[in-house]
């Protein structure tokens, strides 16, 4: 299959808009014709059929062809965002790459060569179908990052099915699952991918007014600071007809408070696992964070309270960790749900959860206890070991406004006393005025529960 159907589409939409970077728009007959320039670059340069190549850029109109390119080339390609670059020498050791590209910040290409000899069987097996390969590392959050491998044939099959054209913001980054589903469903519908300058909430709104974007696919952690800024206050946002949103669980006072300024835009949660690929999602309703998720190709199940899923579309594997998968197929998420028939609603990982003296504590319900008090803006809740219970939670707290904070503390846990159980409340209470967000919008519990300083991070 390759990416042919797509290359339909981009003679078709041969006028329109594709890429929208840097104030320049670049259409989709430009985008076909580089993705033969740098199809016949790959070749003279040496790379072949199956080779591992390590992409490193951002959402580009280089970095995005040469992704096509390869993938027309039948290459495993291993895509690796700039806040990453550090980690790059790991990755390409670990993923067996040959070939590194780099794309620098003005679109400008490298390439380098690298000796491996070393296989693996999870390679074999795509040479083997004749199938061109992709490979996402994991966020590491939870300890190493592990190397998850698919095959480009069965993630890319969803997409030969065209749906809408909308114009999307390319928030997701360009080495996360998600950010590979919005690029791809853009360029199958013929849409526009509008690419922001930076990350941050003004830049963002910036995007959205100049552009008219209409699809905004972000993290609930980003929505918190798009208010917490009041940023959305100084642009024209009518365009946005729906904000998508997922990677972490949703604060339901979060929710609330975006339907109030964006009274017009439909919110959809969606669910999806770098191992798995995104599935279709329907929310069952505008302001609910319980959910529908499936689609043609997925099923899913719990299992003693954690999600499991067995999909068409699954990784081949781990090239550095053993299968997540049960015996029988299904890919054990590692998220703890609840059920109301059809509907699903994501508690937290189970990685997250705090044991206090055998009692499980989900960070997102202490959270959102917490972000309904006036003059707080955002709150991360995590859990410290303690002798007796095991652990106690603790929350680190950011401030709307000045206040006094032994005061605050006070009216803290008189208000999470009205509105939780004895062992959720938090016995632990810091200060931040900084973010609580990493580089990926996601917030940043690991770090705070192995004790580092937020401030210094």
């Known amino acids: ?187 199958s519908n013929g849409s526009a991918l509008v690419v922001p300058e930076v990350r941050t909430p003004l830049a963002v709104c910036q995007s959205i007014e100049r552009y008219k974007v209409e699809v905004l696919p972000v993290s609930p952690s980003f929505l918190n600071l798009l208010l917490i800024g009041e940023v959305y206050k100084e642009y024209e946002l009518n365009s946005l007809k729906f904000i998508s949103y997922g990677a972490e669980v949703m604060p339901s006072n979060t929710l609330q408070r975006c339907m109030e300024i964006f009274p017009k835009v439909r919110f959809l949660q969606k669910y999806g696992a770098t191992e798995i690929g995104t599935m279709r999602s329907k929310s069952d309703q505008n302001n609910s964070v319980w959910v529908q998720i499936g689609g043609e190709g997925y099923n899913w199940r719990i299992v003693d309270g954690l999600l499991q899923i067995k999909c068409d579309s699954a990784m081949v594997g781990y090239l550095n960790a053993p299968s997540p998968f049960t015996e029988d197929g299904w890919f054990i998420t590692g998220d703890a749900v609840e059920q109301d028939g059809e509907n699903l609603r994501i508690l937290g990982r189970m990685s997250d959860i705090i044991n206090v003296g055998g009692q499980k504590v989900y960070p997102a319900e202490v959270e959102n206890a917490i972000c309904e008090m006036e003059g707080v803006a955002d709150a991360t809740v995590y859990g410290e070991k303690n002798q007796l219970l095991g652990s106690i939670v603790c929350a680190r707290v950011q401030l709307a406004m000045p206040v006094e904070k032994d005061e605050f503390v006070k009216k803290l846990k008189t208000h999470c006393k009205s509105r939780l159980e004895r062992y959720k409340l938090p016995l632990k209470i810091t200060f931040s005025s900084g973010s609580q967000t990493d580089a990926r919008s996601k917030k940043m519990r690991r770090f705070m529960s192995e004790g580092s300083d937020l401030k210094s991070i």
């Open 1 to 187: 299959m390759g990416i042919s159907f797509l290359r339909d589409v981009f003679r078709e939409k041969a006028n329109s808009e594709a890429i929208i970077w840097k104030g320049h728009s670049y259409h989709y007959s430009w985008l076909d014709e580089k993705v033969v320039f740098w199809l016949e670059w790959g070749k003279a340069n040496g790379i072949r059929p199956f080779d591992v190549v390590l992409l490193q850029g951002e959402f580009s109109p280089s970095s995005i062809s040469i992704l096509l390119a390869l993938i027309e080339l039948e290459c495993i390609v291993v895509p690796l965002s700039a806040d990453r670059a550090h980690e790059q020498c790991v990755f390409a050791n670990t993923a067996l790459v040959v070939w590194i590209l780099e794309v620098d910040s003005n679109d400008k290409v490298r390439l380098v060569h690298r000796e491996e000899t070393r296989k693996h069987s999870l390679y074999d097996s795509l040479r083997k179908a004749g199938h061109s390969g992709i490979v996402f590392f994991t966020s590491g959050s939870t300890g190493i990052s592990k190397a998850v491998v698919h095959d480009l044939e069965k993630l890319l099959k969803k997409y030969t099915l065209r749906r809408y054209d909308l114009r999307t913001l390319a928030f997701l980054l360009f080495d996360h699952i998600g950010g590979f589903d919005t690029l791809f469903y853009v360029l």
